[in-house]
């Protein structure tokens, strides 16, 4: 199985910071990585797929970057509605495998 | 707009049985891959299991491999996952979630609301 390493597991940080968030796969998945973002109580919404597409609606100053084992999401300029936690998902192979998640939180 | 409604979720009793739904409305259902995603209380995500479009190819955590049997009926739009022999472990919100293209490479986009089941005596 592909383990998905992320760090840090928590940031705190305030509006205005830019933070990245780094997600390391124990073997090489290309390109095959996802971003998603959890409020409490809510299901995840995905952010990024394919390490790097935007997807529609989410905010531009959400970018993703990297391929084979290392990766980043990257939040340009931090709003209010942005403290949640970020989990990285590899979709290379079965069996499907998540990051452990990174709480970010408001300093 | 594109919604997935779960349902089923429960209490049980450690080696009894409960069958989770999914319904999804506002899409092709027949043309994508879904999953079920798990989520233990204070814990992250876990994947479950993702069956293709056709229902024809099914793949399953090692955790639930055995117990869990994922199906799909493309004429109702709806998933199902029958969980037996269900332990204290599999307590968690489960989420079912449609894969964006293929049988994965992409992510998931579109999430349920998620349904609870709780395994305890």
């Known amino acids: 199985d592909i383990q998905m390493t992320q760090s840090p597991s928590s940031v705190s940080a305030s509006v205005g910071d830019r933070v990245t968030i780094t997600c390391r796969a124990s073997q090489g998945i290309r390109s095959w990585l996802a971003w998603y973002q959890q409020k409490p109580g809510k299901a995840p919404k995905l952010l990024i797929s394919?390490?790097?597409s935007l997807q529609t609606g989410v905010p531009s100053r959400f970018s993703g970057s990297g391929s084979g084992t290392d990766f980043t999401l990257t939040i340009s300029s931090l709003q209010p509605e942005d403290f949640a936690t970020y989990y990285c998902q590899q979709a290379n192979s079965f069996p499907i495998t998540f990051g452990q998640g990174t709480r970010l939180e408001i300093k | 707009e594109v919604q997935l409604l779960e349902s089923g979720g429960g209490l049980a009793q450690p080696g009894g049985s409960l069958r989770l739904s999914c319904e999804a409305s506002g899409l092709t259902f027949s043309s994508y891959a879904m999953s079920w995603v798990r989520q233990a209380p204070g814990k992250g995500l876990e994947w479950v299991s993702t069956?293709?479009?056709?229902?024809?190819?099914?793949y399953y955590a090692d955790s639930v491999k055995g117990r869990f049997t994922l199906s799909r009926d493309n004429s109702k739009n709806t998933l199902y996952l029958q969980m037996n022999s269900l332990r204290a472990e599999d307590t968690a919100v489960y989420y079912c979630a449609k894969i964006q293209r293929g049988e994965n490479y992409y992510g998931m986009d579109v999430w349920g609301q998620g349904t609870t089941v709780a395994v305890s005596s």
């Open positions: 069956v293709s479009a056709s229902g024809g190819r099914t």
């Open positions: 394919a390490a790097s």
